[in-house]
């Protein structure tokens, strides 16, 4: 038998979120503890990236507001930002910065 996650039921999420491993388990009899611990592991894999991106982000904010002539206030007024480092770009709203390797 294979188990897999339950990381995409958003019913079983939300109570994964507020209750204990035992709770959890017993209120969803018919879920495995391997199960369980496989849903466990890929959220911590999933915060590990989310916590990454966050740091990579405030990274480029930062390197942003030290390279730029504009002021923090013309970035945040911004509500869509979009990093496609496989392009090489950021955008800002509409400003769109290129990102080069320096050799």
Known sequence: MEYTSFITDKEKMRDF?????????KSYSYLTETEYD???????KY??????DMKFLDDIYDTL?????YKVRDFTKYKNVYVD????????GKRR???EEKS
């Open 97 to 99: 910065l290129i990102l």
């Open 85 to 92: 480092t496989g392009n090489g770009y950021i955008q800002i």
């Open 17 to 25: 979120k507020i209750l204990t491993k035992q709770d959890f388990l």
């Open 38 to 44: 496989l849903t466990v592991k890929e959220v911590n």
């Open 47 to 52: 915060e590990k990236k989310k916590e990454w």
């Open 65 to 69: 507001m030290k390279n730029t002539q």
